[in-house]
């Protein structure tokens, strides 16, 4: 029982290593890009209430280094939006209850949507939690232009400061989904950083995509990925959260990742879900083996696990120069925190398949799987 759970962990642990040194070299050419034009830009964020940070969010969202682009706050209604937090140079839009069988994001994004300017070709997209860089919207622009580039989007790099545990926790568990964005398609567009070509968004009828959904990123990436065209990753696009949490928020934040994943995006959970058995399986076993051969096969699929973690803090370090102290005090955690991190991937995992609801934002959502348009 022990090799038949030990030999996959180490072939899966191997295999998950395949392509870091393209992923790298990606990585770096990628943040030397710049746009071959920039076209107008309409910028889009949901707020809903407080949140650590969100003032100096907001305002790194104004001081984007790009020519010609309007910033858009939606909110459900103005006691939404905290006091003195909106940019001088945005502007709000209210969406009101919208539809209510959509998620009151996609019902705020579709009312900035509507009210953004007729001269914008591109919207981007970003999330209030996220401090972005000034050359965050050029790099999600130049994405755009690649080949077959159906949307572009960027991911997020927990950076929690002062780093408590658990939030340093997060950052690790956050991180193996930050490590898997490849050149070439990518398998979802997060909604934190996502751009898309207007003339796209309603060629591909993004909004009945949205309607009745909950996950704006992933039905945004089905419609790409059913037209035949690829989700580009944007390095230059990471956004850092320096936000705080406790292990409470923590494990209801993973499982609702991972529910949402199950209802949109079932192949990957259910990934997710075997990788993870296997990996935790194996330490188990190895545990109550308890002979040499054992114990040193779990020190080498640990060993892998470590490895890998520390390749993905190398590259987020190239794409967010500004926080380089953070990363000098704290990559430490990405390696020594991966074990227990892997056993709350399991945890998020079946979770996610005991139930289909949700709690977010302060509304109760019950999940639904919605089909490709005819």
């Known amino acids: 029982m022990l090799w038949l759970l030990i030999v996959p962990a180490v072939l899966l642990s191997l295999a998950s290593l395949r392509g870091e040194k393209a992923r790298k070299a990606y990585v770096r050419n990628a943040l030397e890009r710049q746009p071959a034009a920039n076209p107008p830009v309409t910028v889009i964020v949901p707020v809903k209430g407080f949140e650590q940070g969100l003032a100096e969010n907001l305002t790194s969202l104004a001081a984007l280094d790009y020519p010609d682009y309007e910033l858009i706050v939606a909110a459900r209604s103005a006691s939404d939006v905290?006091?003195?937090?909106?940019?001088?140079?945005?502007?709000?839009?209210?969406?009101?209850?919208?539809?209510?069988?959509?998620?009151?994001?996609?019902?705020?994004?579709l009312a900035a949507i509507a009210a953004a300017r007729p001269e914008s070709e591109v919207f981007a997209f970003s999330?209030?939690?996220?401090?972005v860089q000034p050359g965050w919207l050029k790099a999600l622009v130049a994405a755009l232009e690649g080949e077959r580039a159906g949307a572009a989007t960027g991911y997020r790099w927990h950076v929690p400061e002062p780093a408590d545990f658990w939030s340093l926790v997060r950052s690790v568990w956050n991180a193996v989904i930050a490590g898997e964005?490849?050149?070439?398609?990518?398998?979802?567009?997060?909604?934190?950083?996502?751009?898309?070509?207007?003339?796209?968004?309603?060629?591909?009828?993004?909004?009945?995509?949205?309607?009745?959904?909950?996950?704006?990123?992933?039905?945004?990436?089905?419609?790409?990925?059913?037209?035949?065209?690829?989700?580009?990753?944007?390095?230059?696009a990471l956004a850092a959260c320096t936000g705080?949490?406790?292990?409470?928020?923590?494990?209801?934040?993973?499982?609702?990742q991972m529910m949402i994943t199950?209802?949109?995006?079932?192949?990957?959970?259910?990934?997710?879900?075997?990788?993870?058995?296997?990996?935790?399986?194996a330490m188990v076993a190895a545990v109550l083996e308890g002979s040499p051969a054992a114990l040193a096969a779990l020190a080498l699929q640990l060993v892998i696990g470590m490895g890998k973690s520390a390749s993905r803090v190398r590259r987020a370090?190239?794409?967010?120069?500004?926080?380089?102290?953070?990363f000098r005090r704290h990559a430490w955690a990405h390696a020594a925190l991966t074990p227990l991190a892997t056993w709350l991937w399991l945890y998020a995992c079946v979770a996610?398949?005991?139930?289909?609801?949700?709690?977010w934002r302060g509304y109760t959502y019950r999940l639904r799987r919605l089909g490709d348009l005819p």
């Open 262 to 281: 199950r209802f949109y995006a079932p192949r990957l959970w259910w990934m997710a879900l075997i990788a993870h058995l296997v990996y935790c399986g």
């Open 317 to 326: 370090r190239l794409a967010l120069p500004e926080y380089q102290s953070w």
């Open 181 to 236: 964005m490849v050149p070439g398609d990518n398998r979802f567009a997060w909604g934190g950083a996502m751009a898309i070509r207007r003339e796209t968004f309603y060629k591909l009828h993004v909004p009945v995509w949205w309607k009745g959904a909950v996950s704006d990123d992933y039905r945004l990436s089905q419609a790409v990925h059913a037209a035949g065209l690829r989700v580009v990753y944007a390095p230059g």
């Open 244 to 256: 705080h949490t406790g292990l409470g928020e923590l494990l209801e934040w993973i499982r609702r």
């Open 82 to 109: 905290p006091k003195d937090v909106v940019p001088a140079v945005a502007r709000l839009v209210l969406a009101g209850s919208g539809d209510r069988e959509t998620g009151e994001k996609i019902n705020n994004l």
């Open 127 to 131: 999330d209030s939690d996220g401090r």
């Open 352 to 359: 996610a398949g005991v139930s289909r609801t949700i709690r």
